[in-house]
């Protein structure tokens, strides 16, 4: 009983301050005060109304999404030539595409700008999906592994013994068999272009400038509710993505269980 009321203290801590934000984006005045005064759905008109909020925010599930598509499909290919193929320089190559999660997030950003500075991809669509996959792989990369152990070879073996070709088998068995993780790995990448400042400070411009630096901008310059409904409008659809991702590891898990 005094674990689970520990653990309930620890997740009120954590979450009380997200939760805040819900309520203070209701607010009825142009600053921050706990409770608000008053209540009102003026700061969602202003945000619908405002066509940059607007554009930032489109502009950011575009890019979220391709930049997703590009690292499942990058971090799987590497995640299975990874776990079923013996190539040289194997030791290395898991250090190599963790690499991104571990060196400081400035220090990868710095090296991106001078990387695609000459091949003219900053302030580009092109390079501002490069850039977040570079982060995003090494996540895609680690939950496909992840899922790819709990799948049993032999299973790929007999549907190739049956007549399947090994691309037939992989796609047929394989996937989706680990389709929680490939779910799990294209969620974060998909997010992390919501939560990623300091590669878009230095890869966007004018163009291609995304939510995080607008956030940042607002910030600098004048803090008002605003930020708060966009705040809530991003806790929603953080929760809602997730929830599907549990939706979709609880039927997993019941298939399986049926199967055995």
Do not use: C
Not at 4 to 14: D, E, G, N, T
Not at 31 to 44: D, M
Not at 84 to 98: Q, V
């Amino acid at each position: 009983m005094g674990l689970r009321l520990l653990v309930i203290f620890i997740l009120f801590v954590f979450l009380l301050p997200i939760i805040l934000i819900i309520p203070l984006s209701f607010t009825s005045v142009a600053y921050f005060q706990i409770p608000p005064p008053g209540y009102s759905l003026v700061w969602y008109e202003k945000v619908l109304q405002d066509p940059v909020w607007i554009q930032v925010f489109s502009r950011s599930l575009f890019i979220g999404a391709i930049t997703a598509i590009v690292s499942l499909v990058v971090g799987t290919m590497a995640a299975v030539a990874f776990t079923r193929l013996n190539f040289w320089g194997k030791n290395i190559f898991l250090p190599l595409m963790l690499s991104p999660m571990v060196v400081p997030t400035v220090v990868v950003a710095i090296g991106l700008y001078h990387f695609f500075s000459p091949f003219k991809l900053a302030d580009t669509y092109t390079g501002m999906v490069l850039s977040n996959s570079v982060i995003a792989i090494p996540i895609v990369f680690t939950l496909v592994i992840a899922s790819l152990k709990g799948v049993d070879r032999n299973l790929e073996l007999a549907a190739m013994g049956l007549g399947s070709t090994p691309i037939g088998a992989f796609f047929k068995i394989t996937v989706p068999l680990m389709k929680t993780g490939l779910f799990s790995g294209a969620l974060f990448a998909f997010s992390l272009v919501f939560d990623e400042p300091i590669i878009s400070l230095f890869m966007s411009g004018a163009n291609t400038k995304t939510l995080p630096i607008k956030y940042w901008e607002s910030l600098r310059t004048s803090i008002d509710p605003s930020i708060a409904v966009v705040s809530t409008v991003l806790i929603i659809m953080t929760v809602a993505l997730f929830l599907i991702q549990g939706w979709i590891g609880s039927n997993a898990a019941k298939r399986n269980v049926r199967q055995e």
